[in-house]
């Protein structure tokens, strides 16, 4: 039995001020891991035939005009390598990560009333990658060569999608709250799905349900 443990990246793993990593000039000083995510990601590591992945959407990339020219897909994924090589530094190991740049129109009206413009290249409907859609675990899935039966999963996030993603691929979603968390009510929500649901004091108590757990599936 394989352990998988999926993670959000902005406001789970790294500090999150709406910084649109990339976006700017300075955005390696941008990257600051929230408390309790290197040693968390060290137990994870511990755990036998386990996998850790980050999981991200990142809709700046659809953004168009100002600071968001900068962020291109070439530059969301330099941003993701970045963040993996600082969390080996901290001997954080991340199998590997997955990040979806398209948006659907309810985020296209959203970004319009507050005078963005959008990518017409980077708008999808119905996109598989975009949470709570299954896509990147299903890709993480087949690169891995196994099967979701043969899994226990989890999904780490802040918010109310990244814990419907991970029931939605039959797995236990956890939340970890950010002030985005509470800002959009997200913890609410989670309160009122049913299913393998765990809400974590940090991302460190999650990695301790995590971890725990995994003794059983031995």
């Not at 040693?39 to 168009?64: H, M, W």
């Not at 990147?136 to 043969?150: C, F, P, Q, W, Y």
């Not at 799905?193 to 991302?203: N, R, T, V, W, Y």
């Amino acid at each position: 039995m394989y352990t998988l443990v999926f993670s959000d990246r902005d406001g789970t793993i790294n500090l999150d001020k709406n910084f649109y990593l990339g976006s700017s000039s300075n955005w390696r000083e941008q990257v600051s891991f929230l408390d309790g995510v290197v040693d968390g990601i060290k137990l994870i590591n511990q755990i036998p035939n386990s996998r850790f992945f980050i999981l991200t959407n990142q809709s700046g990339v659809a953004l168009e005009g100002g600071n968001f020219d900068n962020l291109t897909f070439e530059r969301m994924h330099e941003v993701n390598r970045y963040i993996l090589d600082k969390l080996r530094d901290e001997e954080a190991l991340v199998d590997h990560y997955y990040a979806c740049p398209f948006v659907d129109s309810n985020y296209v009206k959203k970004a319009l009333e507050k005078g963005r413009r959008v990518d017409q290249k980077y708008i999808r409907e119905n996109c598989l990658d975009l949470k709570p859609n299954i896509g990147m675990i299903e890709k993480a899935l087949t690169d891995l060569n196994v099967k979701k039966e043969d899994c226990k999963i989890y999904m780490i996030g802040d918010r109310f999608s990244d814990v419907q993603m991970g029931l939605n691929i039959g797995g236990t979603g956890i939340l970890v709250e950010s002030y985005k968390t509470r800002e959009l009510g997200d913890r609410q929500k989670v309160e009122q799905l049913k299913g393998d649901i765990f809400i974590a004091k940090d991302f460190l108590d999650a990695a301790k349900y995590i971890y725990n757990n995994s003794k059983n599936n031995i």
